[in-house]
């Protein structure tokens, strides 16, 4: 005859092991949400691209951020920009390329001087941006090299931004500091989103203990769970703050050599492009908050099966 005890404590461990694999599925789905635009965003980041993806991007990119005058109006304008601000003095260049040998020689030097490491990751990340910045998908300052890159076809009017940038990175110490911080976010990801998120997932916020009775752990671990969403979004404010500054940087920098209307639509080129970047840091942090929330109710579900 099976002891009473016998049935208690086999219930007990099936039902502690029927816990820990709905809590692992329950994270597993949760991790997933979470995790999914990051992942996107990185594979983005990295993906070499067909000539009909690279020009799909290119055209999206032209339809954001169209054009306000000629590259030849661009370049004497950037050129004297440099002059006049002192950023030339400092080591900043104007480094135009595009698909000629010339181009392309002078784009790879730059992305050589900015890319000291050698391994499998480097060298992926090099061909993606020599195919982006070749065929005008994108324009950036190189912060090691103090290079102004933009394509001579495509995007040149994002130059002003760039020199934004380039402000930034060589002026007083919060500007400095700011663009630091933004590292933060590699590629539009956030370090701090995984951390968060695994936080969430695989803490239990006791909602019946008095919080006199808990420690200063278990208070923190509580606040990341309750807060993810929100400190994941907080992580992007240097980012956002950054390129925010580089537009009006640019913009200021361009009053002098545009027309009012050519300045009035080089801000709404500039507001969407910083709305892409704020669309990104929406979209992680609500997919951070997302994911631990179904991994609550699925644990919640399931708990209240096995109580009933």
């Not at 694999?21 to 990051?38: F, L, S, Y």
């Amino acid at each position: 005859m099976v002891s009473i005890s016998s049935n208690v404590s086999n219930n007990n461990r099936t039902s502690s092991v029927r816990n820990k694999a709905v809590a692992v599925g329950a994270g597993v789905v949760g991790a997933g949400i979470g995790m999914a635009m990051p992942c996107m965003t990185l594979k983005d980041s990295f993906t070499i691209q067909s000539q009909t993806g690279i020009d799909s991007a290119k055209k999206f990119m032209q339809m954001l951020m169209p054009e306000v005058e000629t590259f030849e109006s661009a370049s004497k304008n950037a050129k004297a920009i440099l002059e006049e601000t002192g950023l030339g003095a400092k080591g900043v260049k104007f480094s135009p390329v595009d698909k000629t040998t010339e181009g392309m020689r002078t784009l790879e030097g730059v992305i050589d001087a900015n890319m000291t490491s050698k391994n499998s990751v480097a060298q992926r990340l090099k061909k993606v941006y020599t195919q982006m910045f070749g065929e005008g998908a994108n324009a950036a300052y190189f912060t090691n090299s103090k290079d102004v890159v933009v394509n001579k076809n495509s995007l040149y009017s994002s130059v002003y931004h760039e020199l934004g940038h380039a402000k930034n990175a060589n002026g007083n110490f919060f500007t400095k500091s700011l663009q630091k911080a933004r590292n933060i976010t590699p590629f539009g990801v956030s370090l701090v989103a995984p951390v968060v998120l695994a936080v969430g997932l695989f803490h239990k916020v006791d909602k019946n203990k008095p919080q006199e009775e808990k420690g200063k752990l278990e208070k923190t671990l509580d606040f990341v769970s309750n807060n993810a969403g929100k400190l994941t979004l907080a992580s992007y404010v240097p980012m956002l703050a950054e390129e925010g500054l580089a537009s009006f940087n640019g913009i200021n920098m361009a009053k002098k050599y545009l027309s009012p209307d050519q300045l009035g639509k080089l801000k709404g080129n500039y507001l969407k492009a910083w709305g892409t970047y704020a669309a990104t840091a929406g979209l992680v942090a609500g997919g951070v908050a997302l994911g631990i929330k179904v991994a609550n109710v699925i644990k919640d579900k399931c708990s209240a099966k096995q109580t009933a």
